[in-house]
């Protein structure tokens, strides 16, 4: 049975940091893309950052320079490092995995940041 643990949400003032976690398991297969979306009461999912087994990355634009993602294949898991963060950040951030063809979801850790 897969799981996705996540943690490290939380309540933060607009300028300060969260690092979230992600742990995968009970998959069987090599994990290829890891990463973490966001989303908003009455919006869509939105990717925020993905990282590739070989490491390359991708943000979506509103937290280049901001947020970091890295990962640690040896206990499949993902992080993300959020800094400088700002009151549009505020979301449910899920955690998400790809196995050959196959997404997991965590079930979603609240970040707010207050003004």
């Known amino acids: 049975q897969v799981q996705l643990v996540e943690s490290g949400g939380g309540l933060v003032q607009a300028g300060g940091s969260l690092r979230l976690s992600c742990a995968a398991s009970?998959?069987?297969?090599?994990?290829?893309?890891m990463g973490w979306y966001r989303q908003t009461p009455g919006n869509q999912r939105e990717l925020v950052a993905s990282?590739?087994?070989?490491?390359?990355?991708n943000y979506v634009e509103s937290v280049k320079g901001r947020f970091a993602i890295s990962r640690d294949n040896a206990k499949n898991t993902v992080y993300l490092q959020m800094n400088s963060l700002k009151p549009e950040d505020t979301a449910v951030y899920y955690c998400?995995?790809?196995?050959?063809?196959?997404?997991?979801w965590g079930q979603g850790t609240q970040v707010t940041v207050s003004s």
């Open positions: 990282i590739a087994r070989d490491r390359r990355t």
């Open positions: 009970g998959i069987i297969f090599s994990i290829d893309v």
């Open positions: 998400n995995v790809q196995s050959i063809g196959n997404h997991y």
